[in-house]
């Protein structure tokens, strides 16, 4: 025989189906609950995207007005800050812009009188004049006659025997064996360097009784070679004026 029961089971309370549906949640609901929470993030997101600035909203129409006709001014006084602005970068620029030319033009003037002075080394084309004496000797006037030829038609650089820089202010002395020029002794071949245009140049050599006729009537061949590129290495020192003074007014 069966022994009876041992009586009614009791149920369990609410507090234990809670605890049981959260540990062990069945499948009706996991999907009630992710329901649930689309609904909600959809609720927020609607809010969030329905709020709107209102802080004009509670403004009369004449308020309304004066609040453009404000950011109106504001606009004009921006415009012609930025327009005065504008003027003295625009002012500022062509100051600077007049003294960079100022600065070229200087910066030119110094090289240009550097180079006439004999001051530095120089690079260009030219001619190579070389003048070899055969049954006679040359004279200081030939010789002067040809260096006065070639600066009337522009020579920029003339150089002697690859030492004896030609200025304005050189000497010429005829001594025994060949010349002194500028304290220097010089001696046959005489080789002249002189940057400028080399046709001109060469072409003032050939003229009828010019620089080649005195040339040959003293005894002596003349070559002459027309360079694209020419250096011109010998420079001279700087003289200080002993007599002469810069006008304070220029």
């Given at each position: 025989m069966r022994e009876p029961a041992d009586g009614p089971q009791e149920l369990p309370s609410g507090r234990e189906r809670l605890w049981r549906a959260l540990l062990q949640p069945t499948r009706r609901q996991v999907v009630v609950g992710l329901l649930l929470a689309i609904v909600g993030f959809a609720a927020v997101t609607q809010v969030r995207t329905t709020q709107v600035d209102d802080t004009y909203a509670a403004l009369r129409q004449q308020d309304l007005i004066d609040v453009l006709n404000g950011l109106a001014g504001t606009t004009q006084r921006a415009e012609a800050e930025i327009a005065r602005l504008q003027?003295?970068?625009?002012?500022?620029q062509s100051d600077t812009s007049r003294r960079q030319a100022a600065l070229e033009q200087a910066q030119s003037e110094v090289d240009t009188l550097s180079i006439l002075a004999g001051l530095v080394p120089v690079t260009g084309p030219g001619i190579r004049v070389t003048i070899t004496e055969e049954t006679g000797?040359?004279?200081?006037?030939?010789?002067?006659?040809?260096?006065?030829?070639?600066?009337?038609?522009?020579?920029?650089?003339i150089q002697f025997n690859g030492e004896v820089r030609i200025i304005a202010q050189s000497s010429f002395t005829d001594i025994v064996g060949g010349l002194e020029i500028d304290?220097?002794?010089?001696?046959?071949?005489?080789?002249?360097?002189?940057?400028?245009?080399?046709?001109?140049?060469?072409?003032?050599?050939?003229?009828?009784?010019?620089?080649?006729?005195?040339?040959?009537?003293?005894?002596?061949?003349?070559?002459?070679?027309?360079?694209?590129?020419?250096?011109?290495?010998?420079?001279?020192?700087p003289v200080q004026p002993e007599y002469a003074e810069a006008d304070p007014g220029q």
């Amino acid at each position: 025989m069966r022994e009876p029961a041992d009586g009614p089971q009791e149920l369990p309370s609410g507090r234990e189906r809670l605890w049981r549906a959260l540990l062990q949640p069945t499948r009706r609901q996991v999907v009630v609950g992710l329901l649930l929470a689309i609904v909600g993030f959809a609720a927020v997101t609607q809010v969030r995207t329905t709020q709107v600035d209102d802080t004009y909203a509670a403004l009369r129409q004449q308020d309304l007005i004066d609040v453009l006709n404000g950011l109106a001014g504001t606009t004009q006084r921006a415009e012609a800050e930025i327009a005065r602005l504008q003027d003295t970068r625009d002012d500022l620029q062509s100051d600077t812009s007049r003294r960079q030319a100022a600065l070229e033009q200087a910066q030119s003037e110094v090289d240009t009188l550097s180079i006439l002075a004999g001051l530095v080394p120089v690079t260009g084309p030219g001619i190579r004049v070389t003048i070899t004496e055969e049954t006679g000797e040359v004279e200081v006037g030939s010789m002067i006659d040809t260096i006065q030829e070639l600066r009337t038609v522009g020579a920029e650089a003339i150089q002697f025997n690859g030492e004896v820089r030609i200025i304005a202010q050189s000497s010429f002395t005829d001594i025994v064996g060949g010349l002194e020029i500028d304290g220097v002794e010089v001696q046959s071949p005489y080789v002249i360097d002189v940057i400028g245009d080399p046709e001109v140049l060469a072409g003032a050599l050939e003229f009828a009784l010019g620089p080649r006729a005195k040339l040959k009537r003293d005894g002596a061949e003349v070559e002459v070679q027309q360079l694209s590129s020419l250096d011109i290495e010998s420079v001279r020192d700087p003289v200080q004026p002993e007599y002469a003074e810069a006008d304070p007014g220029q």
